[in-house]
């Protein structure tokens, strides 16, 4: 379909759920066995002195959730908020203390106390590509960066090709997931004063245009679609 | 081929002298060029590939990117400063109630700022042009829009616009000849927002892009990257530079880093040389028969009050006091939602539909008109810093961003300020250029006439945003510029309050033309671009027929 299908695999979208989520769960482990054995689980000081790329690459692996994070990117990354943040090396090795006892992003956000920035802002360095989200902030990945996953089957990364030319006019990919609003929708308003005087030409509205030819992948459904 | 012919110091002469590089310098010297003249174009700035800026969007920070520094990409001269915003760099120095609305983002190299706009190829409606006559707001201009439709059409064709066939969803409707392509076709969310809104009077329609979905001429269809701004990565959207590459395959030459500051008069007030400064700080000096200054704006006013010289005190072309006075721009508010069901923005060109519904009417005679682009820009940057807010990880901030990304809403929404002489782009008596040039000092204040319109903006919203079933509506409290800048050598027919005739043609020199958005005497709400491309065009013909009937 795209120049992506190929980075995350046979797998379109990267919700696919409980699977990706097993898989990944048992990358992690077998990464700590490889990780832990270099230099044990000791007190954490002397751990962060030696806290090195593959130590990142795994805190990053265990925080995000996902197992397949680039460790070139890792590496480059890491080098990057050192080179930023004070005292980073020591920072990781708290954060791979944390980690250790394993569990989900989530549980392992639970449990962070006053780590909890520490790692949300290592999160959202993998997600954005950049150090912080800050003026000229260092960068390290564009197309890599993970906040284009969720949408890989969808929306293009911006700068590269997606289809061929009208691609658009197909119809998107079910959202898979509710749509949740978490304040109730506003009624609607009253007639606009920006076009009291006179009513403009009305169009007809829009019908749905068939796509010339059949959806990418069988996830896509025919318009229009409702969720859930 | 006629061919400008240089000294060994450096110096150049030619049948026409064009200063700037954008659409409409490349278009005028394509035309000049076509018709047997020799054409020189000097241009400020640099001279780079289009791969480079590419590569520099791809690796500006995410900061930059989500708050969209289309400025930072484009490498500029040393000697050549254009506005930059991450962080400022204060060129162009702002005052006045709403100063902060003038931030604009044009660039300063060969090829010009259409390297970052996204394509909107706008017509002025015909009542546009009459402001003053049927609204009694603003000024008149000094042509009709008959006079200057066949110029449209030119335009359009020039760059290749796609735009709607279909009479009903056209914005004006008033055509000789039909779009060169028929409109891009609309994405998913352009189609289910149309269903929702258009019974209401919002009149959703197709904005006429300069790009196809199949190949025009050289240039290769678009395939829906999404990047028009700042930088289409493969030449699909219609661009300043390939008028440029034209034009040089005619004989013109560009010269790029030459920054023009001197402008020489003769006795009869004609033009007889521009001079410019190049990479070493060296000053050149460029004779011509006939000159066009096309540097947008603001740096044609600048450039024009620079040049003052002993028969033009006040600056050259302006006997009236009119030079750098009624700047406009779209002065705009952004609003956004979330809507209540995927609509997916973000698939295909960066800009798609607008709502049109709010663009004439006689309470124009009170407050402003707009427009609303339902912007198409991926939704995944805005929608990641959210969901990063909410302190989500794992499975719930995948699926968050998602949700936002496929539900986002995003309108650009642009007002139109009146000319108001007070409203004055002027010298800066502290602040210089790195070659010692006054930097441009802009005060701006958009005026009751926005400051109403905005409040009928608001309304319109929120009355959008409810039928898309909006949360979290956010409608913008400062005016933002839109780079659409007008007014600075504002036309008319009275050689005592306008700085041009409808050519384009300074009333104070016979062989200067000031064409392109600053000649503009009303804003409408609509881009400027093919209203500047089209005045280039009806300038380019005025210059022909001087060539043809011996008048230079």
């Known amino acids: 379909m ?153 929306l293009p990364v911006p700068t590269y090709c997606f289809g061929r030319p009208g691609w658009w006019a197909e119809p998107p990919p079910p959202l898979g997931i509710p749509v949740r609003a978490s304040l109730p929708a506003m009624p609607p308003a009253p007639v606009p004063q920006g076009i009291e005087s006179r009513t403009p030409p009305q169009t007809t509205p829009l019908g749905t245009i068939a796509p010339q030819s059949p959806p990418h992948s069988p996830l896509h459904s025919p318009l229009p679609h409702r969720e859930l | 081929m006629a061919i400008p012919e240089f000294s060994t110091t450096g110096d150049v002469s030619a049948d026409v002298v064009v200063v700037g590089s954008g659409v409409v310098g490349g278009m005028i010297a394509n035309e000049l060029a076509s018709a047997g003249h020799s054409v020189v174009i000097l241009e400020a700035g640099l001279r780079l590939k289009r791969a480079q800026y590419v590569e520099n969007w791809r690796n500006m920070s995410f900061h930059n990117r989500l708050h969209s520094d289309f400025q930072g990409l484009y490498p500029q001269s040393p000697l050549a400063q254009a506005p930059l915003y991450f962080p400022p760099n204060d060129y162009v120095g702002l005052s006045g109630p709403n100063g902060s609305a003038f931030k604009q983002g044009y660039l300063r190299t060969v090829g010009g700022t259409t390297w970052h706009w996204a394509a909107s190829c706008w017509r002025h409606l015909p009542v546009d042009f009459e402001m003053k006559s049927r609204y009694g707001v603003g000024r008149d201009w000094a042509i009709s829009y008959n006079d200057l439709e066949p110029y449209y059409c030119r335009a359009e064709e020039e760059m290749g616009v796609s735009g709607p066939h279909d009479v009903s969803l056209q914005s004006p409707s008033e055509r000789s000849r039909p779009y060169p392509r028929d409109m891009i076709p609309f994405g998913y969310g352009d189609r289910r927002v149309a269903e929702i809104v258009n019974p209401h009077g919002f009149h959703l329609v197709p904005i006429p892009q300069g790009r196809s979905v199949e190949p025009f001429g050289d240039r290769p269809a678009c395939c829906g990257n999404n990047n028009c701004q700042p930088i289409c990565p493969i030449g699909a959207m219609y661009n300043g530079i390939q008028h440029i590459d034209r034009a040089e395959a ?62 033009n005190p006040n600056g050259i072309a302006n006997s009236s006091d009119q030079v750098g006075r009624n700047m406009m721009d779209h002065s705009g508010v952004h609003a956004s939602f979330q ?68 539900c986002g809403v995003d309108l650009s929404i642009s007002l139109e300020p009146l000319p108001d002489p007070d409203n004055r782009l002027t010298l800066s008596k502290t602040r210089k250029d790195p070659l010692g040039l006054a930097c441009p000092d802009i005060h701006y204040d958009v005026g009751d006439y926005v400051r109403n319109g905005l409040d009928a903006v608001n309304t319109q919203v929120r009355q959008i945003a409810g039928l898309l079933g909006g949360t979290e509506l956010r409608i913008t409290t400062d005016y933002n510029a839109n780079n659409h800048i007008m007014g600075g050598t504002i036309m008319g027919t009275d050689p005592r309050d306008s700085v041009v005739d409808g050519n384009c043609r300074s009333h104070d020199h016979g062989n200067l033309w000031l064409p392109g958005g600053g000649a503009m005497p009303s804003a409408s709400v609509v881009n400027t671009t093919l209203s500047m491309a089209a005045l280039g065009l009806r300038a380019a013909d005025s210059i022909k027929a001087d060539f043809e009937k011996g008048r230079v």
């Open chain 1, 2 to 154: 795209n120049r992506h299908s190929d980075v995350d695999g046979a797998e379109p979208a990267s919700h696919s759920g409980m699977r990706r989520r097993s898989l990944m769960m048992g990358t992690v482990v077998a990464g700590f066995s490889v990780v832990l054995g270099d230099f044990g689980l000791s007190e954490h000081a002397a751990c962060a002195a030696t806290v090195d790329d593959g130590a990142f690459l795994s805190v990053s692996r265990a925080v995000t959730g996902h197992a397949d994070l680039d460790p070139i990117i890792a590496r480059r990354l890491f080098a990057a908020m050192r080179a930023t943040f004070p005292e980073y090396r020591d920072r990781i090795g708290r954060l791979f203390d944390l980690v250790a006892q394993g569990g989900s992003p989530k549980e392992i956000l639970a449990r962070s106390g006053d780590l909890k920035g520490d790692l949300l802002a290592l999160i959202a360095a993998w997600y954005t590509g950049s150090v912080e989200d800050r003026t000229n902030a260092p960068m390290v990945a564009y197309d890599d960066a993970l906040m284009y996953r969720p949408t890989r089957d969808g």
């Open chain 2, 339 to 406: 809507a209540s069901e995927p609509l997916w923005f973000g698939r295909g060109p960066a800009q798609s539909s607008c709502i049109v519904g709010p663009r004439d009417g006689d309470f124009r005679s009170r407050y402003s008109a707009n427009k609303m682009i339902l912007n198409n820009i991926s939704q995944v940057a805005p929608a990641t810093e959210q969901a990063l807010k909410l302190g989500l990880v794992g499975t719930e901030l995948d699926d968050e961003i998602r949700r936002r990304a496929a």
């Open chain 2, 250 to 311: 005619r004989g013109a030459v560009t010269i790029a880093e030459a920054v023009v500051y001197r402008i020489d008069t003769d006795e009869n007030n004609r033009v007889t040389a521009v001079h410019w400064y190049d990479a070493e700080r060296r000053s050149h000096k460029a004779s011509g028969r006939t000159f066009v200054l096309a540097c947008n704006g603001i740096e044609t006013p600048r450039l024009l009050l620079l040049a003052a010289n002993a028969r």
